[in-house]
């Protein structure tokens, strides 16, 4: 049994070892074997004899030699290509492994000047010496001068007298045209950059093992490039007699094989256990992957350009390069469509939501008005292209119903989150039937596009006849007077003509609009306020209604609570404004009296002056004080001392002896106001809203309004 257990054991180490190496030798290149090359006769052309190994002559055996240093034989001259270029061979030297190669323009065109036919630099080439582990078979060539010097030709527009690093060439009967030097420097490249003269470009570049004395001539430099440059072919012997991964030098003309190494994934080391080769080659693949992703993170491929000599395996290169990459791509992806899922997801559901609610709501209140869908909306109003106005809360277009009226379409662009103003708006007015107040006909709700339907008022809003200077837009103030009623009428209705009381917020000019009898509609609901009938006060969080028409309680916290006295001193405002015919405040007015028109007013009236309208008639005299008394009544600073909206009414009724001046207006309490006395006898008084002249001499007490 112990025999058995020691057969099994030796039998799992043979197996290990067998797998063991079988993974060394299928990524492990072999090395350390000699090549053994088969003996073949040397070649000879010209003026090289001797043919042999590593070299090769063009239609030798294929065994014979090595392709990389094959050589060609033309016109019984040695031709040795290097870097797609042909060169003349002048001498193999076996004991030292050098070849002698020169640039072909000398012999070819022997009759003119030698001008190098090839571009050649020392970066061609990896300097000789100790070869190291990492140059075996990396290159067929090396090269290490004792002095590099670099020859530019330059062919110049202008001949070039004051630098003596440019050498005349005479090319005898070659010329055609312009002046060729040739230029030395250790740095061809600090030439071409920094020193070339103007007019001259580069016709070829050589380089050359010489370090001339100065004022050279060029019978000396041609003379150094005919004798051609030393090239080695160490490497190759290198590798041949000593093994692949074997440092070596020459010493005497002999090889002398030194330390061995292994190379394997591209590193070459002196560690050659199969465990060192083994974490050698997962180094490898990490340092693979490292510098894969390092180079798609700096979109350069600078250090991947020549695989000999890195210390890396493609398969690593790939994985961080390519595959790592799109993996983070494709989860990032992944994480930014799941993330604009969820948004979109809460975004839907949430305006949904807000639909469910505002559908909801119309179906719960019952309401009259024709719901429409959206391409409906579209259709009646023609794709949108006859715009009516611009309100606050959105565009007005004109559209035409199936039936063939014409309906005014009101685009909400300015909603609420929660759709409150759009449901303020269909709450108010689609429970309302008064001959004073814009009737909705319909409306549409698709997601964040809302609408509302009115019927269509012709003579649009009041505010271009009241403010315009054109005779044929012009109300006569019993026109006027009898729009003032039924704006008032419309008011009081919404104050207690329904159950739940409405209060508007916006009443002014804008926001009345006249049909084809010049009937007024109050319209546009978007701030109106529903809140049960028997209460007084109600609670407000921000200030609503346009400036110049808003009572002082809305932004004015202690003036006490806001409620429908609010859209009396709006209508007072308006009201003052239809009695005048021009806009309550004048900025551009000479006297602080004069700048606030109700002040001015009142001023009148307690200075009992005359107020009578040009070109009016006693009766129409009559109504227009009526009207400015009744506009001092509703702007009162304190609420409490405002009438009701049925009390206009029976005001505006009345008779004008009845009515009393009330206390003075003000924007504020306690407030002081200094009288001026106006004492000169016509003064013009201009702005950009309206006209208006007056008098105030002491035999003729008269106010005419335009």
Sequence with gaps: MENE?????????????????????????????????????????GQIRNISYPFRL????????DPRYELGCVNNVTLLTLFSEKYHVRDIDYKQYKVVVSDPGQEEEANCSFIPRNFLSDSNFRPTGLVGPDDFGSEPFTWEPWYTLRIGYFNCANPVSDDPRYVKVERGECGRGGHVYAVLEPSLYEVRVKDIKVGCDLMVATVVDWSPKENVSYDEIRGVISEGIRLSWLPVICEDRCGRGTECKVINGEVQCEEHYCHYAYHTTDKCEPWHQIFGYIRAYLRGVIFGIASRITF???????????????????????????????????GVVLILVLLIYKWRRKHSSIYENIENFLLDSHLNPIRYEYKEIKKMTGGFRVKLGQGGFGAVYKGKLQSGLDVAVKMLSKSNDNGQDFMNEVATIGTIHHVNVVRLLGYSVYGKKRALVYEFMSNG????????????????????????LGIAGGISYLHQGCDIQILHFDIKPHN????????????????????AANDGVINMTTARGTLGYMAPELFYKNMGGVSYKADVYSFGMLLMEMASRRRNSNPHAEHSSQSYFPFWIYDQFHEEKNIDIEDASEEENILAKRMFLVALWCIQLNPSDRPSMNKVIEMLEGMIEGLELPPRPSFYKNETYRHEKISSVHENISSDFSEFTYSDSQSNKSISLY
């Design 5 to 45: 257990g020691s057969n099994r054991c030796s039998c799992s180490a043979r197996t290990l070892v067998s797998i063991m190496a079988s993974i060394i030798l299928l990524f492990q290149p072999d090395y350390c074997i000699a090549k053994r090359q088969p003996p073949c006769p040397p070649s000879s052309c």
């Design 300 to 334: 350069s491929t600078k250090q991947l350009d020549n695989p000999v000599g890195l210390q890396y395996f493609y398969g690593g290169i790939f994985i961080g390069r390519q595959i790592i990459p799109i993996f983070l791509a494709a989860r990032y992806l992944f």
């Design 512 to 531: 009345i609009l006249l049909d084809d009898n010049f009937a007024p509609k109050v319209s546009d609901f978007g701030l109106a306020k529903l809140h």
């Design 461 to 484: 809003s009041l505010d271009k006849y009241i403010f315009s200077k054109e005779e044929n837009t012009r109300l006569s103030y019993e026109k006027i007077y009898e729009i003032s």
């Design 58 to 65: 063009k239609g030798d055996p294929s065994q014979c030699g």
